[in-house]
């Protein structure tokens, strides 16, 4: 109950909580005896002392475990002072622990908090931004420089792959008393990315070191699920359709916003006078999720993902269908598991006659999209978005704003590192490869077109 924001208090949430205690009541005491867990309550002070007594030891009698004291009213904003006497008047009037919280200010080492804590006779302290500012606040040797904790909380950054907002949030915040003296700190400000934070903190060796260890171990997991070739398959369907899969899956990060897989397919099929590409895709009622297919041509092209909107599982589809025809997605970067050498190796080998033709890759596909729009079938599948959409007999696609994706390829891997149902496998490599680029390319183009 300490929100001061507008949405919060309009909705009667956190602050407006404050001054509402028939509501505390009821909601602490259905959480008490609802919960397994103990159950913890936030306020910020009112500002008279008694009312703010009053209101912690209502508190107190629903059962609550502990409460965490902010020492400013709803209005007072963190420049203002911190009520540290009222902390201590609620922790002496209270039997339940009482967490003192506000003196970020005043908090540079351990012994600040230790003394915050005694001051105001709490049993214990809440810190949230003097711990933003220096994470090594709570150290009992002392807080680290500035530019050591900046340097130690970027590198777990560039390890985990952390967004870049919020990245550059937490920068921010190690800078916020040093913006004068820190000569990065302008720099820091219009910085956009990882790679601009590792060339301002001079890092790049650091961060190209955990870029190349992280593409190195997702190609080792991609191998242990099947190698280069997870994924990728090449079928007949009935009605002379060739079906193409790739394990490529639009990534927003990698494109530029202005120019998607879709457009690229479209514009190049105009201006080839192949037809438009034709999208079906079918939504999985468990999870609500897309898978799609394209059609152009003799040929459908698709992935082995379920993603979480039809507009990502419809890019994916377009990503295979340029790849498999020779034509740059335009991606500005690659995603984890792909690399442009990779691509080439997939290409060549689906438009390879052997491929797909014979033994495992050769299998036919159980539950494919692809099969029911040779067949005619196409009983889940749905709306198609080009202007010659596949007729839909099933129910509509409802695109949905989420950008996340479902991690459930089609395919399965089983324990020995093998892959059943629907994945094909490449024939063996020295039958399959054509590594020159320029090659493969022109093969490509040659053998789609015929
Ligand atoms: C980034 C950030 C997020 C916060 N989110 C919440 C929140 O969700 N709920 C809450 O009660 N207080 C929240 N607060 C307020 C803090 O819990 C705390 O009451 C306030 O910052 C004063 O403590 P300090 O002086 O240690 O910063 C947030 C503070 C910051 C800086």
């Not at 530029?256 to 999208?279: A, R, V």
Request: charged share 25%; with cysteine; proline share 4%.
């Amino acid at each position: 109950m300490g929100c001061p924001k507008e949405f919060s208090i309009k909705g009667g949430m956190g602050a407006a909580l404050l001054t509402q205690p028939g509501n505390v009541e009821k909601i602490l005491t259905a959480l008490v005896s609802e919960l397994k867990v103990p159950v913890t309550c936030k306020i910020r002070v009112l500002p008279e002392l008694e009312a703010t007594l009053e209101l912690a030891r209502l508190i107190q009698s629903t059962g609550v475990s502990a409460l965490a004291v902010h020492g400013r009213t709803k209005t007072e904003r963190s420049r203002d002072p911190n009520r540290d006497s009222y902390i201590k008047a609620v922790a002496e009037a209270l039997t339940i622990p009482v967490i003192a919280n506000g003196g970020s200010r005043a908090l540079k080492t351990r012994l600040d908090i230790e003394s915050f804590r005694h001051s105001t006779m709490a049993s214990s302290v809440m810190v949230a931004r003097a711990a933003q500012w220096n994470c090594s606040v709570f150290r009992r040797e002392g807080p680290l420089p500035y530019r050591e904790v900046m340097l130690s909380y970027l590198r777990y950054a560039f390890e985990y792959d952390n967004n870049e907002i919020n990245t550059k949030y937490c920068v921010l915040q190690i800078l916020h008393d040093k913006m004068t003296e820190a000569p990065e700190a302008d720099r820091c400000l219009t910085a956009k990315s990882l790679q601009d934070f590792a060339e301002i903190w001079s890092m790049e060796e650091e961060y190209s070191n955990i870029l190349m260890k992280r593409k190195e171990k997702e190609r080792q997991i991609l191998h242990m699920a099947g190698g280069d070739f997870a994924g990728v398959k090449k079928q007949k369907l009935d009605g002379g359709l060739t079906l193409f899969e790739l394990p490529v899956r639009f990534d927003k990060r990698c494109y530029s916003p202005t120019m998607t897989p879709k457009q690229i397919l479209n514009n190049w099929s105009k201006n080839e006078h192949i037809g438009k590409p034709i999208y079906t895709t079918e939504e999985r009622p468990t999870d609500r999720c897309f898978h799609s297919t394209i059609h152009l041509g003799d040929h459908v092209y698709t992935n082995p993902y379920w993603e979480k909107s039809k507009q990502l599982s419809e890019q994916s589809a377009a990503i295979c269908c340029l790849i498999i025809n020779g034509q740059d997605d335009s991606r500005l970067s690659d995603p984890g598991n792909e690399s442009d050498q990779l691509r080439r190796k997939w290409r060549t080998a689906v438009i390879s006659p052997s491929f797909g033709t014979s033994g495992e890759n050769g299998e036919k596909l159980k539950d494919s999209t692809a099969e029911k729009i040779a067949s005619g079938e196409n009983g889940k599948a749905i709306e198609g978005s080009s202007a010659e959409s596949v007729p839909a007999s099933g129910k509509s696609t409802n695109t949905r704003d989420t950008d996340g994706m479902c991690d459930q390829p089609k395919n399965q891997v089983t324990a020995d590192g093998s892959i059943r149902e629907n994945v094909l496998f490449a024939q063996k490599k020295s039958d399959t490869f054509q590594e020159d680029p320029d090659v493969a390319s022109s093969a490509c183009k040659e053998k789609i077109d015929s």
